[in-house]
């Protein structure tokens, strides 16, 4: 008889459920028939009635379905199979979904495999192609001897780092942070560095940016810098074409004078100090982030915004921001950095200097403490005000570290006749800007929205003279220190947003600005009313008039000369 | 997450918080008891919230209906676990209008309210503990934005909620999708289905749906509750979520996305 079956069951196997599921039939007809006519079990001499009452029950069974062109029989059949081969624990309670689940199975195998369960990946997936990516990590590498050891001196200890972070409470998973850190080593490689360090992971909706943070080798930076200086030169060209085409017809002139550009600081100091690399995932090629301008520092304080994951995505905002997603990201880790890099109390110090001791310029380098003795774990996280201090310096309000005057212009400097007619009175001297100087304590960082900016802890309570001090910032959620004995290290794993107490309040547009100056060519007047055009019309008849009298007796004499009329 | 599973089930997901070894070990241990003392048919690692001082580690028993018996638990050393409240309407208009800022990590922390009544002219305080807050706001998480994969679990007419025993789980093209996923939580809109997707949501974007680990694991991340993640290994049963953040939902979504 049909079986029905797919060709993986075996036939034996088949056989024996055939033969139980008909002794188990004619059972249950027979029970079933006997007691639904007399209320008692059939006697041994019903058998014949019994068999054909069985039959026609099977036939009955086999009979396909008008919908879905299969029987109960062979339904039951493959569903007892299946209980058969995989014996599921409390078979009875799961009996429902096994049935259902057979329905579609078969249901699928009919209509040629397109299983939404069981779909066939395409060939190369995006996910496949990264693994082969990251298989390159892995590779040793041929570089010469000369090379690793400089690589390996700058390349931060992977497994150490990775244990204390993991240790804080804080990271990626140890396979990621492994992946990560190999990636950093392929950089080493790739470019003249002599700075190199995890600086953290920035979530994104689409996609993720895990950064770096490097130092080029003095005289290798790259040439970013003059790209830019360029442009800005170009956008003045144009507006000085502007300027000339406006002679003929002179409408009147905005007053509005654009605040001045505050420039930006050098590669190498103040918030350039660092370069950053930003990668989407570990293995894929490392791109670096443009540096950046006060403008953008000082727009991206105003917003608060997603990253897309995307670094050529626009920035959609109001104030507007002056640049895309690679610039917002490079603001924002330049804020971070500013808020949050810290390392304890001593372990950097000063150099020495020979200078004057009231220099005005705040002092942007350090160097490593040899005599650096470390504190207790315990100590840095009851105290934490006292044992830590940041070492990156403060961005003021400009958006830059160190203040510039930008209402001084260069040319100016050389006559005092020249400032008087060239200053405007009305702009007072901006005033100069003052930030806490390098390796200041924590002590002195303010609260904002009631809540402290730092909090301490240690991490574990049982094990405590082993245990590692982490610091944690509540402004920017995501931003971690640890430090244990003479050992510390920063971290950044979050959105790439500051706290913002009960909600972020967008800045308003400004007022609208003062209408042009009237003066005679643009002054409005009143028109005159029908009555006064009126009254003037018939004032100006009666002079005329008057005028005309006068002539005429003087004009008489003339008049007769002239024999014209 | 399913303590059964826990070991390599947080490995997934990288939320930016791990769990050191002392808590992993310390949270197999306990949880097991937990399960035993209080009669669960699951217990759940729910997951962790920070605050200021102290961070609270929340494990959530499941009876036998999934969405309706849920207790809620929390611990500061992944060992004495205190039972929290169930949550009443009173309990969610006093949070609400009382506690503000971060928690602080001590539950018996109070926060008052104190308004003066417009008609009556007197003036009166809202106090709420900070255990109630976290009540509160556990379930206002689950509410909103816990995740499940469609078909995870199944519910017969007037029946429980239970785990579905043949799940196989998502294939790659439907996890791809937000469409594959549900809320797990009582359905808001009208629909024929047991569970709202999360595809319906409103604002459109407050979801992150990405592939990690080389395209094996589905990670989803909520905009709105900063620090739910869920993750699910397509063609496998495994998912689950946790949520690893401050219990402050973000306030102004529409303006970052």
């Known amino acids: 008889m049909p079986l029905g079956l797919s060709s993986r069951h075996v036939p034996s196997q088949a056989h024996v459920t055939f033969r139980w599921l008909n002794v188990g039939l004619t059972v249950v007809g027979v029970c079933q028939e006997e007691t639904d006519r007399t209320g008692t079990m059939a006697t041994p001499g019903g058998n014949q009635d019994a068999d054909k009452s069985a039959a026609s029950f099977k036939a009955f069974l086999m009979k396909n379905s008008t919908e879905s062109n299969t029987n109960l029989y062979d339904h039951l059949t493959r569903v007892l199979m299946r209980v058969m081969d995989e014996r599921p624990h409390n078979a009875v309670d799961v009996i429902e979904d096994l049935s259902r689940d057979v329905k579609r199975g078969l249901l699928q195998e009919n209509q040629d495999n397109q299983s939404t369960l069981r779909d066939h990946q395409p060939t190369t997936t995006a996910g496949q192609l990264l693994a082969e990516q990251q298989r390159l990590l892995f590779s040793p590498g041929q570089e010469t001897e000369e090379d690793e050891v400089e690589v390996e001196t700058l390349l931060p200890n992977v497994a150490e780092i990775g244990f204390y972070l993991e240790q804080a409470g804080v990271g990626l998973g140890r396979e990621e942070t492994q992946r990560i850190f190999l990636a950093l080593k392929q950089l080493l490689h790739s470019k003249p560095l002599k700075h190199c360090r995890l600086w953290g992971k920035i979530l994104g909706v689409q996609s993720n940016y895990v950064v770096a943070e490097v130092q080029y080798r003095e005289g290798e930076e790259e040439q970013l810098s003059t790209e830019d200086e360029e442009k800005e030169g170009e956008t003045q060209d144009d507006e000085e074409e502007d300027e000339m085409g406006e002679v003929i017809d002179p409408l009147p002139r905005s007053t509005y004078k654009p605040p001045p550009v505050v420039p930006k600081e050098a590669n190498g100091t103040g918030a350039n100090k660092f370069v950053y690399f930003v990668c989407k995932e570990p293995g894929l090629p490392w791109i670096e982030l443009p540096s950046v301008t006060p403008a953008q520092i000082s727009a991206a304080r105003q917003i608060r915004r997603f990253f897309t994951g995307r670094l050529d995505a626009p920035v959609v905002s109001y104030p507007p921001f002056p640049g895309n997603e690679a610039n917002y990201l490079r603001a924002q880790i330049a804020r971070i950095s500013a808020g949050t890099q810290v390392s304890p109390n001593g372990f950097y110090v000063f150099e020495e200097e020979e200078g004057d001791e009231e220099d005005e310029e705040p002092r942007d380098s350090y160097v490593v403490n040899p005599d650096f003795e470390g504190f207790p774990a315990s100590e840095m996280a009851e105290d934490p005000g006292f044992t830590w201090v940041h070492h990156v310096q403060h961005i003021l309000k400009q958006g830059r570290c160190t203040w510039v005057n930008v209402a001084v212009k260069p040319e100016q400097e050389s006559s005092e006749e020249e400032e008087e007619e060239k200053e405007e009175p009305d702009e007072p001297e901006p005033k100069r800007e003052w930030g806490p100087p390098l390796l200041t304590s924590l002590s002195q960082d303010a609260d904002m929205f009631d809540t402290p900016p730092w909090s301490a802890r240690m991490s574990s309570t049982l094990t405590s003279q082993h245990a590692v001090a982490v610091l944690r910032s509540n402004f920017w959620p995501g931003a971690h220190a640890y430090a244990c004995g003479k050992k510390f290290e920063n971290i950044y794993i979050g959105w790439g947003l500051k706290f913002a107490g009960d909600g972020h309040t967008p800045s308003v547009p400004p007022p609208p600005q003062q209408e042009c100056i009237s003066g005679p060519e643009v002054s409005e007047a009143l028109d005159p009313t029908l009555e006064e055009e009126q009254a003037q019309k018939a004032a100006l008849e009666e002079q005329q008039a008057s005028q005309e009298e006068s002539e005429d007796m003087d004009g008489e004499e003339e008049e007769e000369e002239d024999d014209e009329d | ?257």
């Open chain 2, 1 to 257: 997450m399913d303590s059964n599973s826990l070991l390599y089930s947080l490995d997934m997901v990288s939320t930016g918080y791990v769990l050191n070894v002392e808590q992993r070990a310390a949270l197999q241990t306990s949880l097991d008891l937990l399960k035993k003392n209080y009669r669960f048919n699951r217990v759940l690692f729910w997951g962790k919230i920070l605050g200021l001082e102290f961070h609270y580690f929340i494990a959530q028993g499941r009876g036998a209906d999934e969405l309706k018996d849920k207790k809620n638990l929390y611990s500061f050393d992944c060992m004495d676990w205190h039972l929290l409240p169930a949550v009443t309407e009173q309990m969610i208009l006093d949070v609400s209008t009382a506690a503000k800022g971060r928690f602080t990590g001590d539950a018996s922390h109070q926060y008052t309210h104190f308004e003066t009544d417009v008609e009556t002219g007197v003036e009166v305080s809202t106090t709420v503990t900070e255990e109630t807050r976290l009540a509160v706001t556990i379930q206002r998480i689950d509410e909103e934005v816990s995740v499940v994969p469609r078909g995870a679990f199944t519910k017969t007419r007037d029946g429980p909620v239970q785990t579905n025993r043949c799940f196989g789980g998502l294939s790659h093209s439907e996890a791809q999708a937000l469409d594959g996923f549900l809320h797990f939580a009582e359905p808001k809109r009208a629909r024929r289905s047991l569970l709202d997707p999360l595809s319906e949501d409103i604002p459109d974007g407050s979801w992150s749906l990405q592939l990690e680990r080389n395209g094996n694991v589905c990670v989803i991340r909520s905009l709105l509750w900063l620090g739910l993640n869920f993750f699910h290994v397509p063609m496998t049963p495994q998912h689950g979520y946790v949520y690893m953040g401050d219990g402050c939902r973000t306030k102004d979504l529409q303006l970052m996305i």
